[in-house]
Nanobody, 122 residues
Framework: QVQVEESGGGLVQPGGSLRLSCAASGSIFSIYVMGWYRQAPGTQRELIASITSGGLTNYAESVKGRFTVSRDNAKNTMYLQMNSLKPEDTAVYYC????????????????WGQGTQVTVSS
């Protein structure tokens, strides 16, 4: 069994900061890619940041320079440091983890977390 859980969301004022965490647990052999997505009501879910097993990162243009994604391989955990937050960053933030399990190391699966709410407002 594999679980992916996000945490760290909350209410913050414009210009403030939050740090999100995504922890993967269970019978994991290897994590290949972890990504942060966000979705506001009535909109499509969009990829905002990702990090590979080798530490390569990608960012959506809207968050580049403000958000930083990092990874602790020993803890199977990904972080998203969000600075200079804007009201348009308000959304539910989801973690997607692409991995192989101990039971079948040659096959890749992906798992979604339940999401954590981020609200940027005065």
């Amino acid at each position: 069994q594999v679980q992916v859980e996000e945490s760290g969301g909350g209410l913050v004022q414009p210009g403030g900061s939050l740090r999100l965490s995504c922890a993967a647990s269970g019978s994991i052999f290897s994590i290949y890619v972890m990504g942060w997505y966000r979705q506001a009501p009535g909109t499509q879910r969009e990829l905002i940041a990702s990090i590979t097993s080798g530490g390569l990162t990608n960012y959506a243009e809207s968050v580049k320079g403000r958000f930083t994604v990092s990874r602790d391989n020993a803890k199977n955990t990904m972080y998203l440091q969000m600075n200079s937050l804007k009201p348009e960053d308000t959304a539910v933030y989801y973690c997607k983890t692409t991995l192989s399990t101990s039971a079948n190391m040659g096959r890749r699966y992906y798992y979604w977390g339940q999401g954590t709410q981020v609200t940027v407002s005065s």
